[in-house]
């Protein structure tokens, strides 16, 4: 995808960028577009596989720190798979996200000191389960957020820590129903699929 | 939440039901489907579609080929000769993972193949049973579809949808793995319904005539106009088309070695091959034109050279019917997105009749330099040993362009490829995109079922030949009427090219040894010959067109010949060297 010399305005900066991406419920489709990214060598920073809003349409969001030149190639190669109905990518300023956090710690440690409690309140934590042995408290939020806690618990002993895929939703989407009515229809109407390609070129694709 | 049916219900074709097995259904299918032949192996896991095959002997050919790159290599020359989709059978474990390089190369090269292949009982997959493979993950990067059946209720739906996807859009290879026990299962069969719309799959977009009229516009106040291309001309039966574009607008018009014979070699506008060992005049003009106009061809590295070097000063317009394609090497001024079949003749409509009579003729002083640096003493060597170019040339008059080319990879086909005289289109069969060496011999077996009117010559070189060499067994037992050509320089000639020219001549590992092939040969009761002297060449060329049936000739020739004109990997199309 890179090449050795790219042309003039092809470079362009590496950020991150939130692929949505809805598709047929189908096995094996996962690896289908796992392996558009790692024969690729791109790494997938993320990613979360979940129903959408529409029964029977599955939805991908995966984030990757790429060029957004190459974002867009990759986009098209996900879109061309059979099952893949859509995809788009979006900059982190397009969508609203959340990762979710789940932070083990010793009970003990929780009980007696005070400070991990007001730190607690300032990252919005929750507690999910209180054991006699340990507590593992819950929290919501952006990478900065719920990396912030681990460094702040980190001195009271964080026994377990893992961060979920993110999830996104795209701020200017209307969702996806009326698209999925054109797509089931033999011939489906111009004004949608297809034509948001062809004029907004370089910000949207469709297959 | 809304709520959507995955799928609309296929009308059956009637309310009644028969009871048949999963592997009736598979070959059910394949006749609605129209399907006659298929290339095949058998083995453990695909014993009941065998079985089953057993009974319908009358409706569907089966060649047994002697390995399943053969088979695949096979059902790709039936369907790039006839434009069918090809099919083959193999079995679990070795069979599938055989079928991969096959699935690679049809993959590349926008080939329709609907490959079955069977697999181990359901409660036996993940347990290391014997000849299981994990086929479906295997071929996934290799396939335009793959998917796996457990339950032979499936079968109807899915083989449908497999020939749907094989041969419309781009087309590709679909691979379907089916459970032994879905192959035995019995089932109420309602009957085959072909399938017309799938949801989640867009095979070909609606022409939007807007881009297709400011690419008439570009088009039309163009100086110095050049089209380029490839096999989606013939991919999409746009031959006539393509021709009457390129007529009216009077614009020179060259090829990737897919996209050639799709219009006869001797047009006036058409000017050549593109690429590495392409013509001069194309190569150097692209960096020339001021409108390039590409039609169903994806600017191949070996077709571009250098990127940041190519056609920096022309407004590209790009005709395709996969929008991956599009800005994908070569950023377009218009995409015109679609099947070139609908695209062409509104754009032809838009054009003005023109003739570039003076662009044209550039081409041309580049042609005679060509000749006179490459093509004449390729043609007509002032040595005593034979040279490729000759050998093609003395063909070309013996067949009139009349017989189907498939080529194997290497020096060889690409002088085949630049030498050939074609007169119709889906006559020149090669392995373009994944440079499959071993491809020629099985392909043409193929190339021969799927248009057997027609004189099929298969062109290798002596390594290439070694590589499926097998397959003479079912060139025998078939009775197979190709024409096998080897044309042996002793040597992997087109590496020792390489080495010779940027690895100081250090020959490493090129020199290659070959069988007496005539001997070979005749022990598939093959007849053949061996040529080493220019005196024999027409002769043996005749006899072996004229033979009725199979029929092997080696050429001898030049040893440390190169293939020129040559873009060197690194370098711009323009730095095209003819020595």
């Known amino acids: ?207 | 939440m809304e709520t959507l049916a995955i799928q609309k219900e296929q009308p059956a074709v009637s309310n009644k039901t028969t009871t048949i097995s999963g592997s009736q259904a598979v070959l059910e299918a394949f006749i609605a489907e129209g399907v006659e032949t298929i290339f095949g192996y058998p083995g453990g896991a695909i014993m009941p579609i065998y079985d089953a095959l057993y009974d319908y002997n009358e409706k569907l050919k089966h060649i047994l080929v002697r390995h399943e790159q053969g088979g695949i290599h096979a059902a790709q020359g039936f369907a790039r000769a006839s434009g069918k989709v090809g099919v083959v059978f193999a079995t679990s474990g070795p069979g599938a993972t055989n079928l991969v390089t096959g699935l690679a190369d049809a993959q590349i090269d926008s080939t329709p193949l609907v490959c079955i292949t069977g697999q181990v009982f359901a409660h036996l997959l993940g347990t290391d049973a014997f000849q299981e493979t994990d086929v479906i993950n295997i071929t996934t990067p290799v396939t335009k579809w793959n998917y796996q059946i457990t339950d032979a209720t499936e079968i109807p739906s899915v083989m449908a949808k497999a020939f749907h996807i094989a041969q419309t859009g781009r087309p590709g290879p679909v691979l379907i793995d089916i459970t032994k026990n879905a192959q035995l299962q019995k089932f109420e069969y309602s009957g085959y319904t072909k399938m017309e719309h799938l949801r989640s799959y867009r095979p070909k977009p609606i022409v939007r005539k807007e881009y297709i009229e400011q690419a008439a516009k570009l088009i039309n106040a163009a100086q110095k106009p050049f089209v380029i291309w490839g096999q989606g001309v013939i991919l999409g039966g746009a031959e006539k088309e393509f021709q009457a574009f390129i007529e009216k607008s009077g614009i020179p018009a060259a090829w990737t070695i897919l996209g050639e014979s799709a219009i006869p070699t001797s047009h006036p506008l058409n000017v050549g091959m593109l690429g590495m060992h392409g013509n001069y005049a194309p190569n150097v003009l692209t960096n020339d034109c001021d409108v390039l106009i590409a039609i169903g061809m994806r600017f191949d590295d070996r077709v571009t050279g250098r990127l940041d070097k190519y056609a920096k000063q022309a407004q590209i317009i790009h005709l395709d019917i996969d929008p991956a394609e599009i800005d994908k090497n070569v950023k377009v001024t218009i995409p015109v997105w679609g099947d070139c079949k609908e695209t062409l003749p509104v754009l032809t409509e838009l054009v003005e009749r023109k003739n570039h009579s003076q662009w044209l003729q550039k081409f041309k002083e580049l042609e005679q330099k060509e000749v006179e640096e490459v093509i004449f003493e390729e043609q007509n060597p002032s040595t005593e040993i034979m040279t490729m170019g000759e050998v093609i040339k003395v063909m070309n008059e013996l067949t009139g362009g009349n017989a189907i080319i498939v080529t194997d990879v290497g020096q060889h086909q690409m002088v085949a490829c630049r030498y050939v005289k074609f007169n119709q289109t889906r006559s020149n069969i090669t392995s373009g995109g994944l440079g499959t060496m071993g491809f020629a011999l099985p392909a043409a077996i193929g190339a021969k079922f799927g248009a057997p009117e027609r004189t099929v010559i298969t062109i290798a070189g002596d390594g290439g030949i070694q590589m499926t060499i097998q397959e003479l067994g079912t060139i025998m037992q078939n009775e197979v009427d190709v024409k096998i050509l080897i044309l042996n320089n002793h040597f992997l000639g087109m590496v020792r090219q390489w080495q010779q020219l940027f690895n100081d001549k250090r020959y490493s590992f090129v020199d290659i040894a070959s069988p007496d092939y005539v001997t070979v040969a005749k022990a598939y009761n093959i007849p053949g010959r061996s040529i080493s002297n220019r005196a024999d060449l027409k002769d043996a060329l005749s006899e072996m067109l004229n033979h009725k049936g199979a029929y092997l000739l080696e050429v001898i020739v030049g040893k440390e010949n190169n293939v020129f004109p040559m873009v060197p990997q690194g370098c711009s199309v323009s730095e095209i060297r003819l020595k």
């Open chain 1, 1 to 207: 995808m890179e090449f050795k010399n790219p042309p003039s305005g092809v470079r362009g900066m590496k950020k991150e960028f939130t692929l949505t991406v809805y598709t047929e419920n189908q096995i094996g489709l996962l690896n289908r577009i796992a392996i558009i990214f790692s024969r690729r060598k791109i790494n997938v920073d993320s990613l979360n596989t979940s129903p959408s809003e529409i029964e029977s349409v599955h939805r991908f969001n995966i984030v990757i720190t790429e060029t957004e030149d190459v974002v867009k190639k990759l986009c098209r190669q996900i879109e061309k798979q059979v099952e893949v109905l859509k995809a788009y990518y979006n900059t982190n300023e397009e969508i609203i996200w959340q990762e979710l956090a789940l932070y083990k710690v010793p009970t003990n440690v929780i009980a007696e000191k005070v400070v991990v409690e007001r730190l607690l309140r300032k990252y919005g934590a929750r507690a999910v389960v209180i054991r006699n042995d340990y507590t593992v408290f819950e929290t919501s939020g952006h990478r900065e957020e719920t990396e912030g806690l681990i460094k702040a618990l980190e001195p009271y002993g964080l026994i377990e820590f893992v961060r979920s895929a993110r999830v996104a939703i795209i701020k200017s989407s209307s969702g996806f129903h009326d698209k999925l009515k054109e797509f089931e229809q033999l011939q489906p109407g111009e004004s949608v699929a297809e034509n948001e390609y062809l004029n907004e070129r370089d910000k949207v694709f469709t297959m």
